[in-house]
């Protein structure tokens, strides 16, 4: 959460910016897309900024189940723009028409939300990782296509035109051949140690502690398991600021997207030195460079440190995929495609290029003028209107998960040098059964996903 500046939902600080004030044009009330948003906490904050100046769309509901924090937003916002509060999401889901939801919940539960809100005929705008398993994923996508929804997962460079721009240079031969794409060595999540000692909390028999577990087993209330969850295994894939599944998500989405493989993914995986806990970054005097994308992000991550080991991944057609970089080095949210004839890298509306030549050309897009997720939230609600397939489809948020959960097993599972053969088809391994072991999990009973 370091890297976003959010807007504190106080009086003296409104989350409101008019959209009057961005020159938009008001929509009429029948034309707008309905929208209900669940889970309030730090990321929402950025999404309902830019829902409030999207005319088109228009929020109705909130929830979210820890009620202090849905009694603030109300407070400072809801009330006056006439949200109805909700503590649990199928209530909400069952008693408002909406047109679309807003997930964004932990990671654990985003799943089980996401797929009763399209059984329920509504589509979804599901942050990301949108799932904590390969098995989650693959259900999810099967509602989606059964019900006609409407996905978009919240990997929103996909909507920056920058970014986009550069990743079809890559794909349509900018750099000749690409031979290989070298991106960052995330930090893995942590496993929770069982013999912790648990504070005696009202909080632990409270039933919202029950739905914020969610899938997961449950235990006794902890502050650092409610406001540490995305750093545990239980929770999430490695959520933090340099995390697998928080940075490593949108990188990987843009390596997929640059070579072409929105819907499949790498067939081998490779753990290249055993797992250790160590600082992301290294931090030593050095000249940054100017053509350093990741340079703005370098110090946001001096305080990471957790699970790391060098990963290399191969595709079909031979592109081998390098998670190398440490946190001040390479792009951080985006990669490096290396060919025949240059190098391409493409960070978050940031982009350069071995030799400069490669990027020198007319139709060069210019930077984003409005916040980098409003585009996304844009797409999504026109996808609503239209029901054409969003930029980053469940499918494609989908696979670019899979990437990190496939480095978070190649970890777990711990064969040094070993070629993990994955077929991405059937979406298993061929030769590694305690990898296909953790591509579910089981869940606890009251909170399976519908089918």
Same mark, same amino acid.
């Given at each position: 959460?370091?890297?976003?500046?959010?807007?504190? +939902?106080?009086?003296?600080?409104?989350?409101?910016? $008019? *959209?009057?004030?961005?020159?938009?044009?008001? &929509?009429?009330?029948?034309?707008?897309?309905?929208?209900?948003?669940?889970?309030?906490?730090?990321? /929402?904050?950025?999404?309902?900024n830019n829902l409030l100046n999207i005319p088109s769309a228009r929020i109705i509901s909130a929830c979210d189940c820890f009620k202090p924090r849905i009694d603030s937003a109300m407070k400072s916002v809801g009330e006056k723009n006439g949200w109805?509060?909700?503590?649990?999401?199928?209530?909400?889901?069952?008693?408002?028409?909406?047109?679309?939801?807003?997930?964004?919940?932990?990671?654990? *539960?985003?799943?089980?939300? *996401?797929?009763?809100?399209?059984?329920?005929?509504? %589509?979804?705008?599901?942050?990301?990782?949108?799932?904590?398993?390969?098995?989650?994923?693959?259900?999810?996508?099967?509602?989606?296509?059964?019900?006609?929804?409407?996905?978009?997962?919240?990997?929103?460079?996909?909507?920056?035109?920058?970014?986009?721009?550069?990743?079809?240079?890559? $794909?349509?031969?900018?750099?000749?051949?690409?031979?290989?794409?070298?991106?960052?060595?995330?930090?893995?999540?942590?496993?929770?140690?069982?013999? #912790?000692?648990?504070?005696?909390?009202?909080?632990?028999?409270?039933?919202? +502690?029950?739905?914020?577990?969610?899938?997961?087993?449950?235990?006794?209330?902890?502050? %650092?398991?409610?406001?540490?969850?995305?750093?545990?295994?239980?929770?999430?894939?490695?959520?933090?600021?340099?995390?697998? #599944?928080? +940075?490593?998500?949108?990188?990987?989405?843009?390596?997929?997207?640059?070579?072409? #493989?929105?819907?499949?993914?790498?067939?081998?995986?490779?753990?290249?030195?055993? &797992?250790?806990?160590?600082?992301?970054?290294?931090?030593?005097?050095?000249?940054?460079?100017?053509?350093?994308?990741?340079?703005?992000?370098?110090?946001?991550?001096?305080?990471?440190?957790?699970?790391?080991? $060098?990963?290399?991944?191969?595709?079909?057609?031979?592109?081998?995929?390098?998670?190398?970089? %440490? /946190?001040?080095?390479?792009?951080?949210?985006?990669?490096?495609?290396?060919?025949?004839?240059? *190098?391409?890298?493409?960070?978050?509306?940031?982009?350069?290029?071995?030799?400069?030549?490669?990027?020198?050309r007319p139709d060069k897009p210019n930077k984003l003028a409005v916040p980098e997720t409003q585009p996304h939230l844009e797409n999504w609600i026109q996808a609503i209107k239209t029901r054409k397939q969003c930029v980053a489809d469940i499918e494609?948020?989908?696979?670019?998960?899979?990437?990190?959960?496939?480095?978070?097993?190649?970890?777990?599972?711990?064969?040094?040098?070993?070629?993990?053969?994955?077929?991405?088809?059937?979406?298993?391994? $061929?030769?590694?059964?305690?990898?296909?072991?953790?591509?579910?999990?089981?869940?606890?009973?009251?909170?399976?996903?519908?089918?």
């Open positions: 959460m370091k890297r976003r500046n959010f807007l504190k +939902w106080t009086v003296s600080a409104p989350l409101i910016i $008019k *959209s009057s004030v961005l020159g938009a044009q008001a &929509v009429p009330p029948s034309e707008q897309v309905l929208i209900g948003v669940v889970g309030i906490g730090g990321r /929402s904050h950025e999404l309902i109805h509060a909700y503590t649990h999401p199928l209530e909400m889901l069952d008693k408002e028409k909406l047109d679309g939801v807003v997930i964004s919940t932990t990671t654990h *539960s985003r799943a089980w939300v *996401s797929a009763h809100a399209m059984i329920r005929g509504m %589509d979804v705008y599901m942050e990301k990782p949108m799932a904590l398993t390969v098995e989650e994923g693959r259900a999810l996508i099967t509602l989606a296509r059964k019900y006609k929804r409407v996905t978009q997962v919240g990997t929103q460079q996909r909507s920056i035109p920058l970014n986009n721009w550069a990743s079809d240079l890559v $794909k349509n031969g900018a750099i000749g051949k690409v031979k290989k794409v070298i991106s960052a060595n995330f930090v893995s999540p942590l496993r929770w140690n069982e013999n #912790t000692q648990y504070p005696d909390s009202p909080h632990t028999n409270d039933p919202w +502690w029950d739905l914020w577990t969610n899938q997961a087993v449950f235990r006794p209330y902890h502050e %650092d398991l409610h406001r540490g969850w995305a750093k545990w295994w239980d929770y999430d894939g490695g959520g933090t600021s340099f995390g697998v #599944t928080g +940075w490593g998500a949108h990188a990987y989405d843009q390596i997929q997207r640059g070579l072409g #493989t929105d819907t499949t993914g790498p067939v081998e995986v490779i753990l290249e030195e055993p &797992v250790k806990n160590m600082p992301a970054g290294l931090f030593e005097e050095r000249e940054i460079k100017p053509e350093e994308t990741g340079a703005p992000y370098y110090p946001m991550t001096k305080d990471i440190a957790g699970p790391r080991a $060098k990963i290399r991944m191969k595709y079909q057609n031979g592109v081998e995929l390098e998670l190398y970089y %440490d /946190s001040d080095r390479g792009p951080g949210l985006g990669c490096i495609f290396v060919g025949e004839n240059g *190098s391409i890298e493409i960070n978050r509306d940031a982009i350069s290029s071995n030799p400069a030549e490669i990027l020198q494609i948020g989908h696979r670019s998960n899979t990437l990190c959960i496939l480095v978070n097993i190649a970890r777990d599972v711990g064969k040094v040098g070993e070629v993990l053969k994955w077929d991405p088809k059937k979406e298993r391994f $061929k030769n590694c059964d305690e990898g296909n072991a953790m591509l579910s999990r089981p869940r606890r009973k009251g909170y399976e996903l519908p089918t």
